[in-house]
């Protein structure tokens, strides 16, 4: 049986590479929608965002 620990980092992980093939086919346009409160990126203590696309903070 999965714990709630492991069923919500398996979630997240999920979302994470959800994101980033979003971004991958639809480049920056995307990171508005990343910051729209309730939305799948943005809800309760979990939220997308993105430094820089070639992955280096900034």
């Known amino acids: 049986m999965q714990s709630e620990l492991s069923a919500q980092k398996n ?3 999920l979302k994470v590479l959800e994101a980033a093939s979003l ?8 990171f508005p929608d990343f910051q729209k409160k309730d939305s799948e990126w943005f809800y309760d203590d979990f939220h997308v965002f993105v ?3 070639n992955g280096t903070g900034g």
Do not use: D, I, Y
């Open 23 to 30: 971004v991958e086919e639809k480049g920056e346009e995307t």
């Open 51 to 53: 430094w820089k696309l």
């Open 11 to 13: 979630a997240v992980a």
